[in-house]
């Protein structure tokens, strides 16, 4: 191949050059990777780039990625990759759907990554059996109640509405957040009928903060401008799992930015081509703080630097 055909290869798959090493891992230097987004762009490509520069970084392993949404991959040619490395919720749902389409696909490792765990399909554990995996970006009930002891610590009631897609996190919150000396002040909505701002004014009435979790039911879209005006108009600090939602006017966010977890899903890519074993469906290591500082002001409220939340989370071993 000459040198201008061999680039432009590089160039479509990604490719990332660097040492072969000895023994199993060599094979791994003509492994290819099937990244597959959600949508082209946005935060997704950014993902990509911290992915690849984490790869080259962590381990300096000649790797072929192709990166595209679902529609752009050529299923019906072979060989198929070595691993499917889904980006996002809707790439991951597509990944199922054509999985029971072409059968070929299941003999594919899956890593699904930059979801909230309440969007792994149950389906996906049946389709791909043990060859499915995921990386999610929810927070640990035991980190989120840290952070609201680190920030504000006079808050003790924590209002939260959960949904049906977070109910299930209900019962672990309950008892991190008990372990701070916090006591949850809940309401349930499982289907449409009954309304998220009745619900949300019997929280405030008792709460002394709204914390919001991944729900698509109660937090979606649609719902969030109004849910954060009403917590503003109430005087109740909101905090959440999105920063998007620090800056439309959330209080605080305890948050996994895409490109948070590059280096985990290169662990974790790395691990399937030298064991051919995925780990087991985790959380996010990594993680961000952020603060909306005119709304802390707003509130007559003092909270610490993102950055300072940030490191007194990491030290594991200070209280509270």
Request: net charge positive.
């Amino acid at each position: 191949m000459d040198h201008s055909r061999r680039h432009c290869l590089q160039t479509l798959l990604g490719g990332v050059a660097g040492l072969a090493l000895p023994g199993r891992l060599a094979q791994a230097a003509e492994a290819e990777v099937w990244v597959v987004l959600s949508e082209n762009g946005g935060a997704y490509a950014e993902a990509v780039r911290a992915l690849q520069e984490a790869w080259a970084r962590e381990f300096r392993l000649a790797l072929n990625w192709r990166v595209a949404t679902w529609s752009e991959l050529p299923l019906d040619l072979e060989p198929l990759p070595q691993l499917t490395v889904t980006l996002g919720a809707r790439a991951c749902l597509e990944a199922v759907e054509l999985t029971l389409a072409n059968p070929a696909l299941a003999r594919v490792p899956l890593l699904a990554t930059l979801l909230p765990q309440a969007s792994y399909p149950a389906l996906a554990a049946k389709v791909l059996a043990r060859n499915s995996s995921a990386l999610f970006l929810d927070q640990p009930p035991e980190r989120i109640a840290r952070l609201l002891r680190l920030a504000l610590p006079e808050h003790k009631r924590v209002g939260v509405l959960f949904g049906p897609d977070s109910l299930a996190v209900r019962p672990v919150l309950s008892r991190a957040l008990a372990a701070r000396g916090l006591t949850l002040v809940e309401q349930t909505i499982l289907n449409g009928d009954k309304g998220v701002y009745p619900s949300l004014r019997a929280l405030f009435d008792e709460s002394d903060l709204l914390l919001v979790m991944p729900d698509k039911l109660v937090y979606s879209p649609q719902n969030m401008p109004n849910i954060l005006l009403a917590a503003y108009r109430q005087r109740i600090p909101l905090v959440s799992y999105s920063a998007a939602h620090v800056r439309a006017g959330a209080l605080l966010a305890l948050h996994t930015a895409p490109a948070d977890t590059a280096t985990q899903i290169a662990q974790a890519v790395h691990q399937l081509l030298s064991s051919r074993k995925l780990p087991a469906p985790a959380l996010a290591d990594a993680y961000s703080v952020a603060v909306n500082d005119q709304v802390a002001r707003s509130l007559g409220l003092s909270l610490p630097t993102p950055a300072a939340l940030a490191l007194a989370l990491k030290s594991r071993g200070v209280n509270p």
